[in-house]
């Protein structure tokens, strides 16, 4: 069974700068998450998808992210513009369904704001 | 919101050693899940705990979820080099299940 992708692996990018990354969960998974980890810290969660709903997105900075998941399936998170503080891994994870929050991570996209 | 309050922050052991460490959280939980997390990979499910009481081993691994709902702890026995890394306790519950992450214990295993 392929696990969670995401891409890029890597980006480096000037303030200001707009970026998007992208995720393909488990086939079949139906809950989607997008989390933030600075480092040393844990994963902060950013939005959570049911399908292609937004279930949460309290601490998500809306002013300059947003997330989609038209068809349920992929998402993109988006970042413009982009500030410093926003240097951090950014990690997708999915799960069968939103009462099973056994989480399955992809290897994250290490963002670099310069 | 929820918090959770991992300790200890970091440990030091020696290989063979046994290790212990837990969760709290400031709000009652439905799910606890520890992960552990290898530079430069997401983080990897090790232990899922679903009713309160539970103790779930997984090889040389053990974790239980607390009898109030607010805590969890994750034991390691006889730790070997490989077991080196960063573990999380998460923990989910309220009406949407959304899924908190402690700030991690830091382990190392000096061989």
């Known amino acids: 069974e392929a696990g969670v992708a995401q891409s890029p692996r890597y980006k480096i990018i000037e303030k200001r700068q707009s970026v998007a990354f992208w995720c393909n969960p488990i086939?079949?998974?139906?809950?989607l998450y997008w989390y933030q980890q600075i480092l040393g810290q844990g994963p902060k969660l950013l939005i959570q998808?049911?399908?292609?709903?937004?279930?949460?997105d309290s601490q998500l900075p809306k002013d300059r992210f947003s997330a989609e998941r038209l068809k349920g399936v992929d998402s993109t998170l988006k970042i413009q513009p982009a500030k410093l503080e926003d240097s951090a891994v950014y990690l997708c994870?999915?799960?069968?369904?939103?009462?099973?929050?056994?989480?399955?991570f992809g290897q994250g996209t290490r963002l670099t704001v310069v | 919101g929820q918090q959770l309050n991992q300790s200890p922050q970091s440990m030091f052991i020696q290989e063979g050693e046994d290790v212990s460490m837990n969760c709290t959280s400031s709000?009652?939980?439905?799910?606890w899940l520890w992960y552990k997390q290898d530079p430069g990979e997401g983080p990897v499910l090790l232990i899922a705990?679903?009713?309160?009481?539970e103790l779930t081993s997984n090889g040389r691994l053990t974790a239980q979820f607390g009898i109030t709902r607010k805590d969890s702890f994750l034991n390691i026995s006889a730790s070997i080099p490989s077991d080196v890394g960063i573990y999380f306790c998460?923990?989910?519950?309220?009406?949407?299940?959304?899924?908190?992450f402690g700030k991690g214990t830091l382990l190392t295993v000096n061989p």
């Open positions: 998808f049911q399908n292609n709903g937004v279930v949460d």
């Open positions: 086939s079949g998974h139906a809950t």
């Open positions: 994870a999915s799960s069968l369904e939103l009462l099973n929050t056994e989480a399955f």
């Open positions: 709000s009652i939980f439905n799910t």
């Open positions: 705990l679903y009713k309160a009481g």
């Open positions: 998460a923990g989910s519950g309220g009406s949407n299940y959304k899924l908190t």
